[in-house]
């Protein structure tokens, strides 16, 4: 299996109608003018509403303040990079050459706002139904371990 994109598809679970979105999501703003930032900030948000949406449901009797925390740990910076580490998305990342030098397709960070990238670009490529189910499949058994305590 040569194509990078298939073995992507096969990792996240899901095939992008639109190629040029799933490219933009992996393109580090090391690359140049066009990159994800702007998919990230789009993911970011949708990420959180799944979850909120997801843990509101889940524990019906918590109180905001509970909720609020369980959300921020589940969508941190650390949890995305374990998913994308996960994924091995740093085999697939789009670096600057500098990003490329200083091992960026490790970096924490930048494997964190991949994954928010990737959200924002299903996103619009699928839609809010799709979006919803391939990242409670990611979040699945770290949602199913959260407890009140």
Do not use: C
Not at 80 to 103: C, N, P, Q, T
Request: hydrophobic share 45%.
């Amino acid at each position: 299996m040569n194509n990078p994109l298939l073995k992507l598809s096969q990792r996240i679970g899901y095939t992008f109608n639109d190629e040029a979105l799933v490219m933009l999501a992996l393109t580090h703003r090391s690359k140049g003018g066009t990159n994800n930032e702007r998919l990230e900030f789009l993911g970011d948000s949708i990420l959180n509403f799944i979850i909120a949406d997801d843990l509101y449901r889940r524990f019906g009797q918590a109180k905001e303040g509970k909720l609020s925390r369980l959300r921020a740990r589940m969508v941190k910076g650390q949890t995305l990079a374990v998913i994308a580490r996960e994924f091995e998305l740093g085999d697939f990342l789009l670096l600057g050459s500098g990003e490329l030098k200083s091992g960026g397709h490790r970096r924490e960070s930048i494997l964190a706002d991949t994954v928010e990238a990737l959200i924002g670009a299903m996103y619009l490529d699928a839609g809010m139904d799709v979006v919803r189910e391939r990242v409670l499949s990611w979040f699945d058994s770290r949602l199913a371990a959260l407890t009140l305590e």
